[in-house]
Structure formats: C-alpha cells, structure tokens
C-alpha cells in the first residue's frame, strides 16, 4: 500500500488529470485511470489511493470494476452510491464499445469472429447465460436474444423460446452462445445433448443451427470448428 497522499498537494505532473492533458491517457496506470474517473477522495484519502483500494480488493485487479457489484464497491471507505454507479457504467462502457468495435468482423461461418464479438460481454458473468443469435439468409446478424440465465441444461432449455425468438426475427440460420464462469469453454454432456436437442428441432423447422460456441476467459469452444456440427 502507498502512503496516502492528497491529491492537492501532489507536483502537477503526478496528478492523474495533468498527466493525462499533458501525456496522453495510455501513460496512466490503472489506479490513476480510476482516480481520473472518481475525481476526488475522501477526507484523508486520496482518489488514487482509493482507486488502489479497489483494485487491491481480493487481488482482483482492474477485472474488480467487472466483479464487484455496486454493493461490494460500497463497502471500501471512501465510494459512496454515486462513485460505485459511475464505475459500473465505465465497466459497461467498456463491454460496449468492445463489442463495437468488433462488430464490423462479424461473420456466420467464422466461429472466432462470433467469439470475440460476444467474449467481453459475457466472460465476466457470473452465471451461465444462454444466448441465440440469429442470422438472415446473406449472413447478416438480425439481433440475439437471452433465453435462459443458470446451468445449461437440456431438460431445462426449452426450444420452444430459441425458435420463437428466431422465427420472429426471421432467421434462417442461428448460433447457440453461453459462457462457463468457470473459465474453461470445454463442452460437458449437458452442452452436447442441448445442442443436438437444438439442432433436430431446428431441421424441423427449417432453421439452420450453425453453431454452438462457449464462451470461456479469453478462450471459446465451437461446436462447428471441432466437427461437432457441419460446416455451412
């Protein structure tokens, strides 16, 4: 832990706003980043001795801003109800723009392309979430949709809400997406029988699944890549 400075009485150089104006945002460490962010302490802490206090929270890191939920930041000294909902909405501001700027490499038959769109999304749940998205005849994503949020589970999936949401979009063609909290995307006997359950009813129905790809930390798993499902 770092002497607790006050901000005030700082060089300008080492105040995280004035390097940030002088040097550019990419020249600031994590904690400073987060202090520019909280703009001030508390009495007697500073903003980057406070911002240091969550990352130092369990060893998280800056992963923490993911982690911990609005009440957990409430309890460091220092962050009140409004200094916790304004990194919330950076934690999510991130997730977004990730997103964005992944979504012009999107593309069906590329299982990566799908991954990466999807991974800051949802590797930091922390619990299971189901997801379809759905595709038109030209490859082109329609939307997705969340089916069910706990365990993937074949008795407990229902097809019926998958082929519902890709119907009213009018897909031809879907993708199943979930993530394991777990961090390893490797597929259990409750995944493959989801996706085959999935798959029947969508050759019923005329609607093509293309995909299942499991989200793990930084690592994904698909169905189609390792011949599970046949190419498109």
């Known amino acids: 832990m770092y002497p607790d400075t006050m901000m005030k009485n700082l060089p300008e150089t080492e105040k995280p706003y004035e ?14 980043l987060i202090a520019v962010l909280l703009r001030t302490g508390t ?3 500073s903003s980057v001795t406070l911002a240091r206090e969550i990352l130092n929270y369990e060893q998280g890191g800056i992963l ?3 982690r911990m939920n609005r009440e957990e930041l409430m309890h460091i000294p220092g962050i009140g109800n409004v200094k916790a909902v304004q990194l919330k909405c950076m934690a999510e501001l991130s997730k977004r723009l990730a ?3 992944r979504s012009h490499q999107l593309k069906l038959t590329d299982a990566a392309s ?3 769109y999807y991974m800051e999304q949802l590797r930091h749940e922390q619990k299971e979430k189901l997801m379809v998205c759905m595709f038109d005849s030209k490859c082109a994503l329609l939307g997705d949709e969340v089916i069910s949020v706990g365990t993937v589970n074949a008795s407990l999936t229902s097809p ?11 897909a031809v063609q879907i993708i199943l997406l979930h993530n394991h909290p777990s961090g390893s995307p490797l597929p259990s006997r409750q995944d493959e029988e989801v996706t085959e359950r999935i798959r029947l009813c969508g050759a019923l129905l005329g609607i093509r699944l293309s995909d299942h790809i499991i989200i793990g930390d930084n690592r994904y798993y698909s169905f189609r890549e390792e011949g599970l499902i046949k190419q498109v």
């Open 99 to 101: 997103v964005a700027d």
């Open 114 to 116: 799908v991954a990466g």
């Open 19 to 32: 390097k940030c104006s002088r040097y550019g945002a990419e020249v600031l460490s994590d904690a400073e």
């Open 64 to 66: 923490n801003l993911y």
């Open 160 to 170: 019926r809400e998958v082929f519902l949401a890709a119907l009213k979009r009018g």
């Open 43 to 45: 009495k007697g802490i």
